[in-house]
């Protein structure tokens, strides 16, 4: 199994939660990662609401789709960083969640999580994928739930220990 450690692979030996243990070099990195993750995560949610707001033109709904995709997984995956949690590179919803301590997942309903997962490429290479209003307002929901979670913990958890 390939595990995805990118520039926090350094940080696979720290523990979960900062700790005076841990180096501060590593912890600051930590911590950069993690609002960048959020940062990103939260840009996918801004495109989503403005392209919703486009009208509701089928040609954007696949879009809606695949940034919210984007969002959930980039939250997912900041919790993943801050708990110090190796993961694959993937876009798959499922086996994120499935990482995550239980008191970490968000809400999202195992038929949400599939949805999610498959916006993330099909929504950009299925040509043939017929997006509704109702998939899009699903998936913005979803992703707009998952920002509500996590963002506002994460953030808290940040500051206590700058």
Known sequence: MDIFLAPWGALRNATARFSMNEPTEIHSERIRLVRQWLEMAQRDLEVSELL????????????????????????????????NIDFKKTHDIELLMALLPKGDRPELLPAEQKALTAYAV?????????????????????????????????????????
């Open 52 to 83: 919703m707001s486009s009208d509701g033109r089928v040609s954007v709904l696949g879009a809606v789709c695949f940034h919210s995709q984007q969002c959930t997984e980039k939250l997912l995956k900041a919790v993943l960083v801050w708990r």
């Open 122 to 162: 099909d929504s950009r290479y299925e040509l043939d994928m017929d997006f509704t209003d109702e998939m899009s307002r699903e998936a913005l929901d979803a992703a707009r739930r998952t920002l509500e979670s996590i963002a506002p913990r994460l953030e808290a958890e940040l500051r206590e220990i700058k």
